[in-house]
Every structure is written in structure tokens, then in C-alpha cells.
């Protein structure tokens, strides 16, 4: 067993480090207060590679290991999870979807362009009426021979009014229920589609999250995933290395608050010491720490699972449980150490408390997290 990172995973996380304190860093506030979206960030994030990096080079990816992606992960999140999302969609969703099950046309067309960063792609799966019970798609792809028509409404859809293509789950044939579901490439620009309102969110403010609707969107029948009917084992296992990306979103917001808390405890003063030197607030710093090294072993063991070509089903559910649950914890008594401070958005922890909260819920809330580890427990 080996816990030391390679020279390259360190360079990585350096390189995400400088990035993330450089150019999002400033205007974070603000972008939050307004809820816009980081256009200019994200295209230096291409530029740089983020947005692709476990993508094979052949296809202007990075060519990266999973351990990478999770360290770039972290760093991107202490600071601005509002842009990490949308790394963490376009690399681990969507480009990881069509790398591994798309056909070589359509790594041609689109995933060169998406792990470049030249265009962003949007993961539709979650309905009005399909949120954690993801099989009851009501969104249809009729079969019309040499293209599928579709039909429907997704919500809450990350990178949902910027991306320029978008993965869509739907049902193809209803009496096979899960195995009638098909996955698809749209184009935004195709006839139909239709970006609907953008969601006004508690936390990760700077993303930006849609409704989408689909009237008559004719796809052309070389846009499908896979074979006929692979649609949902698609999201599932895309999803799986998905939650790997939220698992270190998650890491990233914790260790950003505790830091910031740590800083902030041994300069502030109190009964005639550095607040520090209180054991109330020295033990706190003492649980979060242990609470973030915990979660980042889980989602180290995930990512290396991912790597070393093991299931990850079950490693990627431990990990995005825990560090999403330790992301609430910890920015909790991160605004609680920075008192009246804490509470004012100036000092970053109330932000990174309201983006915490997402963490527990996308791509698979914590109960559908306990739904995959107990069943995997039970399984034999
Ligand atoms: N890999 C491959 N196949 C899988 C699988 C996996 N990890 N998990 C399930 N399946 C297969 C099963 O084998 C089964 O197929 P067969 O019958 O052919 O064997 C089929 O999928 C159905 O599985 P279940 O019977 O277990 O289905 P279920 O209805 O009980 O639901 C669930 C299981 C785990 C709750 C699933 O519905 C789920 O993960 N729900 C949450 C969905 C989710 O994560 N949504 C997030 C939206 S995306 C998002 O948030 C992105 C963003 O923008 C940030």
C-alpha cells in the first residue's frame, strides 16, 4: 500500500491550486450575489485542461488518472464550487459517458470539442417526477426509423442555458420499463429545444441551472448511446464515477472552511488570547480535520478503484456520503468559529455552507447513496 501522490499528481493539484486562488478568487462574491455564471473562467479552465483531463489524448484530452481529476477537484472547490460543477459534469458525466460507450463518430464529433473545453455538455437525467426514482422517465424517444423524436421536460440541469450539448435519458419502449430507456446526444441548436427558467438557488449560485424542454426534437438515430435499451445502465454508470467528482466537490468546500476557520482561530482574539488557544475551539478544529482526512481516504480509495479498473459502485457511494455529510459538518462550525464574521459574506464560510448543501443531494442524494450501499452489502 502506497499513500504518497506521484510528482505529476503533484503538479496537478499545485497548478489547480494557483488557478483556483488567481483567477476565481476574485469576484467569487460577486458572482454569487448575481448568480452569473463564470464564462470567462471556464474558458481558461479549457484552456488549461480541466475540463477533460481523464480524456485520451486522441481526443484532446489530458489523459489523466482519476487521482488527478479528484486533486484538481479539491483545489477548484475550497474556492468556487459554482465553477467546480461544471468541471466536475463536463469531465466525469459527460465526457467520461461518451468515451466509454459512445461510438468513434461521435468521440470525433463531440468529445474532442467537449474535452477541450470549445464546447460544454449538460448531463440530463433528473424529471419534474424522476428526481432519486430515476427509472420513472416520462421524457419519450419515439422510434421513427431513422431518427428518434423527443418529448419532455428535464429539471434542475447543471450547465443547462451555456451548454452546447446535452446528454438526454429517455424511454423508448414503456412495457420494458428500465430496459426500454435510451441515452442521446442533442444539439442545442436543434429544432425543439428549448431552454426554460433558470433555477434561483440557495448555494452554487454561479452555476447555472435549467429546465429544458424537448418538443418534437427529431435525433438522429446514429445520436443514441449504445445499444437499444442501454440508456439507464448508461446513467448508472456513468453516475457511479460521477459521485467520485461530488465526493471531492465535497472535500474541496470542507477543507476550504476548515483552512479558513484554522487562519482565521489564530488571529482573532478573545478573553485575552488568539481563540485558538481555547480548547472549544481547538477541539473543533481537531474533529474537522479528522472528519476531512476520513473523507479524503474514502474518495482516494474510489478514485484508485476507478483507476485500477475495479467496480467502484460501492466506493464512489461511500465516498460521496461521507465527504458531502462532512461538508455540512464542517462549514457548520467553520461560520460558528468565525462568530459574527461567519455569518457575513465578506469571509467566504457562509457561501461554502450554502454550497455544501448540494453535495448531499445531486447526482444521487445521501439516501439513494444508503439505497446503493445496502443493496451492495446484501448482495451475496
Ligand atoms: N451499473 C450498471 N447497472 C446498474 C447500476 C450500476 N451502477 N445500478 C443499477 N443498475 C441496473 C440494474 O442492474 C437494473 O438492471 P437489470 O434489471 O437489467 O439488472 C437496473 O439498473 C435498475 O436497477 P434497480 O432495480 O436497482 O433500480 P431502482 O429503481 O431500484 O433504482 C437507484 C436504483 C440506485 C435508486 C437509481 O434509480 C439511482 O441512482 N437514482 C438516483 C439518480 C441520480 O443519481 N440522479 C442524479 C441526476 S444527475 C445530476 O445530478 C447531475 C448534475 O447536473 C450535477
Known amino acids: 500500500m502506497d499513500f504518497s501522490l506521484s510528482e505529476e499528481h503533484l503538479m496537478i493539484r499545485d497548478a489547480a491550486r494557483d488557478f483556483a486562488k488567481t483567477e476565481l478568487l476574485p469576484g467569487v462574491i460577486e458572482r454569487d450575489n448575481k448568480q452569473e455564471f463564470p464564462a470567462e473562467q471556464v474558458k481558461k479552465m479549457g484552456e488549461l485542461g480541466f475540463l477533460g483531463m481523464m480524456v485520451d489524448p486522441q481526443y484532446g484530452g489530458g489523459g489523466m488518472d482519476t487521482i488527478s481529476y479528484v486533486l484538481a ?3 477548484l472547490s ?4 459554482s465553477s467546480s460543477v461544471i468541471v466536475s459534469v463536463n469531465n466525469s458525466l459527460v465526457c467520461y459517458g461518451i468515451q466509454a460507450y459512445g461510438t468513434e463518430e461521435q468521440k470525433q464529433k463531440y468529445l474532442t470539442k467537449l474535452a477541450t473545453g470549445e464546447s460544454i455538455g449538460a448531463f440530463c437525467l433528473s424529471e419534474p417526477e424522476a428526481g432519486s426514482d430515476a427509472t420513472s422517465q416520462r421524457t419519450t424517444a419515439i422510434d421513427m426509423g431513422d431518427h428518434y423524436l423527443l ?6 440541469i447543471t450547465n443547462g442555458g451555456t451548454a452546447d450539448y446535452y446528454l438526454v435519458i ?8 428500465h430496459r426500454g430507456i435510451n441515452a442521446f446526444i442533442v444539439e442545442k441548436t436543434w429544432e425543439g ?6 433555477e434561483d438557488k440557495l448555494g452554487i449560485r454561479g452555476s447555472d441551472t435549467h429546465t429544458l424542454n424537448f418538443n418534437d426534437v427529431k435525433v438522429p438515430k446514429e445520436n443514441r448511446i449504445g445499444e437499444d435499451g442501454f440508456g439507464f445502465k448508461f446513467a448508472m454508470k456513468t453516475l457511479s464515477g460521477g459521485r467520485i467528482g461530488i465526493a471531492a466537490q465535497a472535500l474541496g468546500i470542507a477543507s476550504g472552511a476548515y483552512e479558513m476557520a484554522r487562519d482565521y482561530s489564530k488571529i482573532r482574539k478573545a478573553f485575552g488570547t488568539e481563540i485558538c488557544n481555547h480548547q472549544a475551539i481547538a477541539f473543533k478544529l481537531a474533529d474537522m480535520h479528522t472528519k476531512i482526512e476520513a473523507a479524503r481516504h474514502l474518495i482516494m480509495k474510489a478514485a484508485w478503484d476507478k483507476d485500477q479498473g475495479n467496480n467502484y459502485d460501492m466506493s464512489s457511494a461511500l465516498a460521496k456520503l461521507y465527504a458531502s455529510q462532512v461538508a455540512m459538518e464542517v462549514t457548520v462550525e467553520a461560520v460558528q468559529i468565525h462568530g459574527g464574521n461567519g455569518f457575513v459574506k465578506e469571509y467566504h ?3 461554502l455552507m ?4 448540494i453535495t448531499q443531494i445531486y447526482e444521487g442524494t445521501s439516501e439513494v447513496q444508503k439505497i446503493v450501499i445496502s443493496r451492495g452489502l446484501l448482495r451475496d
Do not use: L, S
Not at 151 to 156: I, L, R
Not at 193 to 198: A, I, L, M, Y
Open 73 to 75: 477537484m479539491e483545489e
Open 78 to 81: 475550497k474556492i468556487d464550487a
Open 151 to 156: 418529448n419532455g421536460t428535464k429539471n434542475w
Open 170 to 177: 429517455a424511454q423508448t419502449d414503456k412495457e420494458k420499463k
Open 193 to 198: 429545444f428549448e431552454v426554460g427558467p433558470k
Open 349 to 351: 464560510v457562509e457561501r
Open 354 to 357: 450554502r454550497d455544501a448543501k
